[in-house]
């Protein structure tokens, strides 16, 4: 079974499981000061990992620049370290550096926190973009 879904079918779409943290939010907040200091970071629930479906060269391009073709929208955020975001609020973040642990979501900007259970899909960059 394939986890690519188009933007009508994003929606509802259950995506492969994944789980995140379950520590609490002092526990992931003293982890991500440890393993980035000073970067600010963003604690997140009811997330989903979009993989995006590139051909050989794009993906090439994307490794090149040092990321890797993953997105992350949650639809809750739990806390922001810089107050661009509100409780509460969704936020879709730019493309990966990183992915430690399958907790860390790391961008060139933020670390987002992946609290509890998400959800990992394949979409186009354009079904990604247009969507959220």
């Not at 629930?45 to 992350?72: I, N």
């Not at 987002?112 to 959220?132: D, E, N, P």
Request: proline share 4%; with cysteine; aromatic share 10%.
């Amino acid at each position: 079974m394939s986890n690519k879904i188009s933007t009508d079918d994003l929606i509802g779409a259950a995506g492969q499981p994944i789980e995140g943290s379950l520590s609490d939010s002092m526990e992931l907040i003293a982890r991500v000061q440890e393993c980035f200091p000073g970067k600010p970071y963003c604690l997140v629930e009811q997330w989903t990992v979009f993989q995006a479906d590139l051909s050989s060269d794009e993906l090439e391009t994307v490794h090149r620049r040092g990321h890797l073709p993953l997105f992350l929208y949650a639809h809750s955020v739990v806390q922001d370290s810089r107050r661009r975001f509100q409780p509460g609020d969704w936020v879709r973040s730019s493309m990966c550096v990183s992915f430690g642990d399958g907790v860390m979501f790391e961008t060139r900007n933020t670390v987002y926190m992946l609290m509890g259970s998400g959800s990992k899909r394949t979409a186009s960059l354009k079904t990604i973009f247009s969507f959220f």
